[in-house]
């Protein structure tokens, strides 16, 4: 998912203390690089995203208000439960990373070397790869219900997503 980074505890956050725009003690971000983060913060809260490409299949990922994650992976059963911020780019006048942690017992999607470490990517690198983007969460994966695993062998997007996760 992008460099490896360690996101320090915030010292402020724009929007809460786990949703980004959060500036880690000690950096000094560009002026405008705090409002890109809370710029993307803000986009991404309580949507559901999707993103496909051929060495991970298909991945949604509900993004909720609070910080909380909740990731339903092609060839994976059930939910990856993580957590989510955004942060100023590294260095002054590049764009606002997007990061992503799930528990180190659960494999990270992506890489599971990565498990209960940040990862953290470019945020318009992120925007421009997603397949499909919901507002809220349409599939329900904050419920944690059990779901069965998305199909690994072709791109789903949320439509199809959906008939697979709906009750029944």
């Known amino acids: ?44 809260a309580d949507t559901t995203q999707a993103q496909h490409d051929r060495f991970f299949g298909t991945q949604i990922e509900y993004l909720a208000p609070d910080g909380r994650s909740r990731l339903w992976a ?9 957590q989510w911020l955004t942060r100023a780019g590294p260095r002054p006048g590049e764009a606002a990373q997007l990061c992503f942690r799930y528990g180190a017992d ?9 498990g209960g470490n940040w990862t953290c990517r470019d945020g318009a690198g992120y925007l421009g790869t997603r397949s499909g983007s919901a ?20 791109a789903i997007g949320l439509a199809e997503a959906a008939g697979i996760a709906a009750p029944g």
């Open 135 to 154: 507002a809220g969460d349409p599939l329900g994966l904050a419920t944690g219900r059990p779901l069965p695993p998305l199909p690994a062998d072709r």
């Open 74 to 82: 092609a060839g994976r059963a059930g939910i990856v439960d993580g």
């Open 106 to 114: 659960r494999a990270l999607a992506v890489d599971p070397a990565q």
């Open 1 to 44: 998912m992008g460099d490896d980074a360690s996101p320090r505890r915030p010292s402020r956050c724009a929007s809460g203390w786990k949703l980004a725009a959060c500036v880690a003690p000690g950096s000094a971000p560009a002026p405008d690089s705090f409002g890109r983060a809370a710029a993307l913060a803000a986009k991404l």
